[in-house]
C-alpha cells in the first residue's frame, strides 16, 4: 500500500462525525494478471502461431529486445493481454480528472446514492505548490508561503465542517443520500477500483507525470500525479522489462 500513515484512516471502517484531514492518497494492487512473458507470446503468434506458447515457460529477460522494439516502433497491442487491477482513495477531484481515460479502463466508485459519505477531506500539504503564474497554457506553480498554506488549511476545513454539518441536518431530517450529497466538495476522498493494461496505463503515465524523460512534457495536476506515480511503481515491479521500455522510449505509450 502507498500514500504514507495518514492516508490509512481513510480506510477506516466506522463512521465518526468528526471531519479528518488527509493530503495523501491510497494506492493498492488488489488483483492482477501481468508479466513481461504475456507481451511475447502475444507479440510471437505473429510469426510462430501455436509455437507462440512457448514463450509461457522461457525467461522474458532472453527477448527484451523485442519488448524494446515493440516500444520504440509502436506494435502496441501486444501490451494489451495483461491486467491490473487498483484500489484508489483519493479526493472526488482526482477522479474527476481519471475518468477521462476511457479506452482500456474500467471504473466502479463508492456511490453516495447508495451509503452515507464518511467525513474524510483533502487538505495540501506543506510540499503542494499554492502559487500559479504565468498565463493558461504556459503557467508555472511554485511553493507558497507559511501564511498561503495556513490560509488555504483553514479556509477548507472551516468550509469541509459546515458542508458535512449541512449533509448531516438534511440526512437526519429524512432527506435521500441521492440528494444531500450534492452540498459536500470535490475534496471529499471517495474509494473506487480502476482496470487496466499495460498499454492503457502507459497511456495515462504519458500524462498523469511530469518527467524529464519524456519525449513529450505533460503538465498533470499534482494530486492526480500523486496517483499516478503509485501505479506506475507498482506496475514495474510485475513488469519490470515492459516498464524500462517505455522510460527509454521517451515514455511514450505504443
Known amino acids: 500500500m502507498w500514500g504514507g500513515p495518514r492516508s490509512d484512516e481513510s480506510r477506516g471502517s466506522s463512521m465518526s462525525d468528526e471531519p479528518r484531514f488527509l493530503s495523501e492518497v491510497t494506492v493498492e494492487l488488489v488483483r492482477q494478471s501481468a508479466a513481461d512473458s504475456d507481451v511475447l507470446w502475444a507479440a510471437r503468434v505473429s510469426t510462430a502461431g501455436e509455437q507462440s506458447l512457448e514463450e509461457l515457460t522461457k525467461d522474458p529477460e532472453r527477448s527484451k529486445g523485442l519488448i524494446n522494439f515493440l516500444m520504440r516502433d509502436r506494435h502496441g497491442s501486444p501490451f494489451e493481454h495483461n491486467s491490473m487491477t487498483f484500489f484508489v482513495s483519493a479526493p472526488i477531484l482526482v477522479f474527476r480528472e481519471f475518468q477521462r481515460h476511457r479506452v482500456g479502463w474500467s471504473y466502479n466508485e463508492e456511490s453516495g446514492r447508495y451509503r452515507e459519505l464518511r467525513p474524510i477531506f483533502y487538505v ?98 499534482y494530486e492526480i500525479e500523486l496517483v499516478a506515480r503509485r501505479m506506475e511503481a507498482l506496475w514495474a515491479e510485475l513488469m519490470p522489462l515492459t516498464h524500462a521500455a517505455f522510460v527509454a522510449n521517451g515514455r511514450t505509450a505504443p
Open 124 to 221: 495540501p500539504g506543506a510540499d503542494r505548490p499554492l502559487v500559479q503564474q504565468g498565463k493558461p497554457g504556459r503557467y508555472e506553480f511554485h511553493a507558497g508561503s507559511d501564511e498561503q498554506h495556513k490560509l488555504v488549511s483553514e479556509a477548507m476545513e472551516s468550509s469541509y465542517r459546515r458542508a458535512y454539518e449541512a449533509y448531516q441536518e438534511m440526512l437526519e431530517a429524512g432527506v435521500a443520500r441521492e440528494v444531500a450529497r450534492a452540498v459536500l466538495p470535490v475534496g471529499t476522498y471517495s474509494t473506487m477500483y480502476a482496470t487496466c493494461n499495460a498499454r492503457s496505463l502507459m497511456h495515462f503515465l504519458s500524462l498523469r507525470t511530469k518527467d524529464e524523460q519524456a519525449r513529450v512534457p505533460s503538465f498533470p495536476q
